[in-house]
């Protein structure tokens, strides 16, 4: 029984396994059917999709051809506009710059805070109207030139002050020589015709106090009235370069009354016993005077190939200077003086004058006195950042009538550091500190102060 | 075109054209009346050299050519080369060159305004003459 058992067991088993080898292989083959279905019906959809892929290629070909033609011809429209326009842009640049007025300026504004506190003087603190300066341009041809300054400054009073700067017209007779008659910036020295008014082209926000402008008790005449021939030429090994100018001497006004001016031994007995009184400003008279007296003056520079960016000069400045006073006091005032400037494509800007005087007193028995005054200045660019520190002397003889009458005739030394930011090529972030020691305020008396200003100040 | 042969075509483009920019040619032409040496076309476009015999020279800035002139010719950027005629007009009353857009408003100027000076980065065509080329 057992036996059967078994025999029946093994013949389902073999049974078994004889059926389902032929329903597996059955399985298998329908999965691969299956699979093969999809791989065809991916590839039909990639097939479908390169056909539209080729007929949006076929199309976009047939209309790059279109295309084609049709730039060809736009082309040549745009060529003709193009030239169209530039002819226009170019008859308005002509037009411009024959008949226009083309018009830049300065304009500046800061705050300041001043320690000093002499007899002298008593500094300013808080928020300042620079200057606003316009310049105009005008041509009249190749050789007729013009430069008009107008410039408008607030004043301490509250009034706003508007000066003719400069009214020159020149005929330029090549590179070797231009003449101007008019008023102009005095040409001595490097500073006094690269910057003057252009707070914004000067690194340092003030000007060396001995080249102040007349109104705020500079010690020279910034300005002339006369006439002024300038010129250059390239030469071998650099370009040489001069000004020569005569004109109208200034003369002093607002010398203070009753300080026995001229008669004393030496002048300014009022300084001596440290009563301060010399309070005289100069005058251009670019009107003319009735008593006539000529100022003449010389520069002359040479830059050197060798060393780009370097500026070597001499320079000259003689007139016969007047004052107010009761009894007038006639000086002639003899200046000469070298300077150096190098300023290379970037990085660097170093600047140094020197001035001698050498005056001669005409009214009185005083004879001729010796005095200087020079500054040196370097400042470095990085970027957008121009650190600079200067350093200037004055040594002002208080015995020369000359000095002794004007506001600003004091001995000092001044340093000062600062820091420039260039906001954009036309904008300028300015803040300068100042330590100034003013002298001959009386026998052994000086003050020294500290100064901090900041300018905000654009060109356009 | 696979993506990384799609990079290596562009990265290439772009290096040529950053090459082609680094190495254009430049050419410095004048109107036919003006007669100058290559030496002083420095001082033309600084404002020092302002006739070339009778003739009154007129410079001219390509605004398409200018840094390149700069950095090329007058070895200095735009900044300093506005302040150097900035302080030209400011103290001489000299006009700053006027600024052109490109090589056609600047050949076109050129031709027909003696004494005018400029520069191109295109071969200059008839009608201007050759001064220097960089």
Redesign the interface.
Known sequence: MNSSRRVASACAAVLAVTLAGPLHAESTEAAKIRELEKKLERSLELIEQLAAKIKHIEQASAGLGDAQTKTAAQAAKIEAIEKHVSEIGGNLSRRASEDGLPMHGFADVGILKSGESNRAAKGRKGAVLGMFDLYLTPRFGDRVKTLIELAFEAEQDGSTAADLERMQIGYTFGDAATAWLGRFHTPYGYWNTAFHHGAQIQTAIQRPRFLDFEHDGGILPAHTTGIWLSGSWGLERGRLGYDVFAGNAPQINGVAAGSALGTAGIFSPAVNAGTYGGSGNLNLRHVGSTSHRTSTGFNAWFEPDAWYGLRLGVHGLRAEVVDDAAAVNRTLLGMTGAYATYHPADSWEVLGEYYRFRNQDRSGGTGNHGSWAGFAQVGYTAGKWTPFARAERARLDQTDNYFGVQANGRSYARLAAGLRYDVDPKAALKIELHSTRQEDLGPGVSDTYPEIRLQYAIRF | MTLRSALRTLTAACGFAVSAAAYAELYVVANPAVHLDDS?IK?VFKG????AGAV?LVPIDNGAAQEIFLADVM??????Y??IW??K???????PP?V??GD??VI??VR??P?AVGYVVSPPPNGVILIRKY
């Open positions: 002083d001082d020092e050299k302002q006739f009154k070895r200095m950027d735009a900044a300093r506005n302040t900035t302080k007009s400011f103290r001489e009353g000299l006009i006027p052109k857009s056609i408003e076109s100027y027909r305004t004494g």
